[in-house]
T-cell receptor, first 115, second 113 residues
Framework: DGGITQSPKYLFRKEGQNVTLSCEQN?????MYWYRQDPGQGLRLIYY???????QKGDIAEGYSVSREKKESFPLTVTSAQKNPTAFYLC??????????????FGDGTRLSIL | DAKTTQPNSMESNEEEPVHLPCNHS???????IHWYRQLPSQGPEYVIH???SNVNNRMASLAIAEDRKSSTLILHRATLRDAAVYYC??????????????FGSGTQLTVLP
C-alpha cells in the first residue's frame, strides 16, 4: 500500500546535538511538507518542497534544515540552534501545485524529546 | 487569511449520525474547505474537501452553505473509531508563498457506546 513512512517514532536528543528525522513516501507525490505540533496546538509549517532539489522555508524554519535529493525522501534535521525542539513532527505530501487545494497525506509522526 | 470557528467538543452515540459545524465567514471565492481528523499520537487523516457543492465520499459528507460562510461535516453512522479531533481548515499562505494547511484546535468528538 502507498503511504508515508516516518522514522523513528520516538527520538531523544542531547543538548547541542543535531538529529535527523526521516520521511519517505511511495505515493509519487511531487510536494512534501514538514510540520511541527506542540501539545494541544495545531500544526505549523517548517519547510516544504514542491519538486526535487528545491525547498522553501515555512513559518518556523529557524533551527531546522532539509534536503530533497530524491522525490521519495525529505529528511528534516533539527539543529542545535533550535532552542525548543521538543515536539511532535509530522511529514506530509500531496500532488503539488501550491498544495492548498490538494489533500495532504500524513505520516504517523516522530516525537522528539530533549534529554 | 480566512479563519474557521468550531465547537471545542461534541458527543455522539454510536451508530447515530453526527453533524460537525464550522463557520468561515471570511472565506474567499477560491478557498476550498478541508476536513481532517487526528487520533492521539497519530498524523492527521484527510476526510473530505469541497468548494461549493455538497461532497460525498466513503468516509463522510460535506454540506456547504449556499453563501459558503459555513459548512457541516456529516458522519452518517458514528463508530467508536470515529472518536478523534476534527479540523475544519481553509488553506493559508505561508511566509514562503505556498498554500499550507493551518490546523486550529478543532472539535474533539467523543462517541458513546
Amino acid at each position: 500500500d502507498g503511504g508515508i513512512t516516518q522514522s523513528p517514532k520516538y527520538l531523544f536528543r542531547k543538548e547541542g546535538q543535531n538529529v535527523t528525522l526521516s520521511c519517505e513516501q511511495n505515493l509519487n507525490h511531487d510536494a512534501m511538507y514538514w510540520y511541527r505540533q506542540d501539545p494541544g496546538q495545531g500544526l505549523r509549517l517548517i519547510y516544504y518542497s514542491q519538486i526535487v532539489n528545491d525547498f522553501q522555508k515555512g513559518d518556523i524554519a529557524e533551527g531546522y534544515s532539509v534536503s530533497r535529493e530524491k522525490k521519495e525522501s525529505f529528511p528534516l534535521t533539527v539543529t542545535s540552534a533550535q532552542k525548543n525542539p521538543t515536539a511532535f513532527y509530522l511529514c506530509a505530501s500531496n500532488t503539488g501545485g501550491y498544495g492548498g487545494n490538494q489533500p495532504q497525506h500524513f505520516g504517523d509522526g516522530t516525537r522528539l524529546s530533549i534529554l | 487569511d480566512a479563519k474557521t470557528t468550531q465547537p471545542n467538543s461534541m458527543e455522539s452515540n454510536e451508530e447515530e449520525p453526527v453533524h460537525l459545524p464550522c463557520n468561515h465567514s471570511t472565506i474567499s471565492g477560491t478557498d476550498y474547505i478541508h476536513w481532517y481528523r487526528q487520533l492521539p499520537s497519530q498524523g492527521p487523516e484527510y476526510v473530505i474537501h469541497g468548494l461549493t457543492s455538497n461532497v460525498n465520499n466513503r468516509m463522510a459528507s460535506l454540506a456547504i452553505a449556499e453563501d459558503r460562510k459555513s459548512s457541516t461535516l456529516i458522519l452518517h453512522r458514528a463508530t467508536l473509531r470515529d472518536a478523534a479531533v476534527y479540523y475544519c481548515i481553509l488553506p493559508t499562505i505561508s511566509s514562503g508563498s505556498a498554500r499550507q494547511l493551518t490546523f486550529g484546535s478543532g472539535t474533539q468528538l467523543t462517541v458513546l457506546p
